[in-house]
């Protein structure tokens, strides 16, 4: 079977000889269609567009032509409009597994899990390739780790040579707290895919958590270089800026992490801690109710309230936050400097100076780990409801 790169030659030098037909008869609406589809195929999306409009000025588009516009629109990054074709495609009869699978990718793109998900179930019934990674990506995003990882390793049982799947298992693993066990799948995939993206990263966070911190920035550095608005390599690089007390390096690579992924509750954390240790209050509050928005199960949103509270001045809030983050992990590190600064601010200073011994930059941990560092490090365990965003195709 040809690979990739003789796939891309082979359409290349097809598109040649459609053009010179083309030069020939330019009205060919046939060719037309063709030289828009090896356009898109080989990446040159604005040529394609050529082709569709030249072939719209001569008559209606056929559903091939207008599915084709459906997924330049999604390049274009229009969801919506892309959304509106393929259903009117499908309420004309015209219910083909490659159609269900575009709109599934396409609701994906917008946020509409659930029907996302019956459109790709649909596309893996019918055998379309990469509906069965779309499918699992989509059960990722609904926090189905467990059916994710399940149907992920069904597919590898039946078809062991799908990449994908190895690189989405990878993240599955991550987000399910096994890290050994993500960065065994991330590096299959890297042995053949050196520049995946998600191996790179899942690859950069095994090595931030076994405190080798040059080597994971040199993974995040590589899987930003292939795919700019990763948002968890982008948090990565914010957790080594935390590790290494840069923190507005660290805050600027959280900014733009949660501008790439808004609904992850662990990032807007980093970004709070940040802007907390550097003494901007106020922003540190308006990034955890953020994150609070998202998922009020997560006991350290509730104890860094609670410390912002405590520095505040405002002990019965910050006693109400610290016995709900406790109530969520009784070993929650945040609650637990909450109430040492209670403890400091009430006068009982033996009882607070054992809980702030190691406050931030002194060492908290016999390994020499200081609170600035564990927190940073414990940002990577936070769970939250959002995970890998279907990535565009």
Known sequence: MPDRAERMDDAGRRLDRVLV?????????????????LCYRLGRFG?????????ARSAPLSPAARSLDGLLLLRCGDAAAAIAIFQALLAQGIATPELHGNLGWALALAGRFDEAGEHALRAVEGGIAGAGPLHVRILHHQARLDEAIRVAEDALAHDPAQL??????ATLYLDRDEPDTAAAFARKVRAQAPDDADANTVLGVAALLGQRRDEADRFFRHALHHQPHSGRARAGRGLVGMLDGHL?????????????MPAHAGIWHGLAWC???TGRTGQAHASLQ????????????????????????RPDEAGACIRRALGL???????????????????HAAAAQQQLDGLMNQPLLPDGTTLQQALATHVLSTRARHHAAPRRR
Do not use: K, M
């Not at 997560?298 to 860094?304: E, N, P």
């Not at 992990?329 to 909450?338: E, H, I, K, W, Y």
């Open 275 to 277: 802007q907390l240790l």
């Open 47 to 55: 040529d394609a567009r050529h082709w569709l409009t030249q072939q």
């Open 248 to 260: 507005e390096t660290a805050e600027d690579h959280f900014r733009l992490a949660v501008a790439d």
């Open 164 to 169: 994908p799947h190895y690189g989405i298992l």
């Open 21 to 37: 037909w083309l030069q020939a008869d330019p009205a060919h609406a046939g060719l037309q269609q063709e030289a828009a589809d």
């Open 329 to 347: 992990d009784p070993g929650c590190l945040s609650a637990l400097l909450a109430r040492g600064l209670l403890l400091r601010q009430s006068g």
């Open 290 to 313: 953020a994150a609070l928005a998202l998922d009020r199960t997560l006991a350290d949103t509730h104890g860094g309230l609670a410390v912002l509270a405590a520095l505040s001045g």
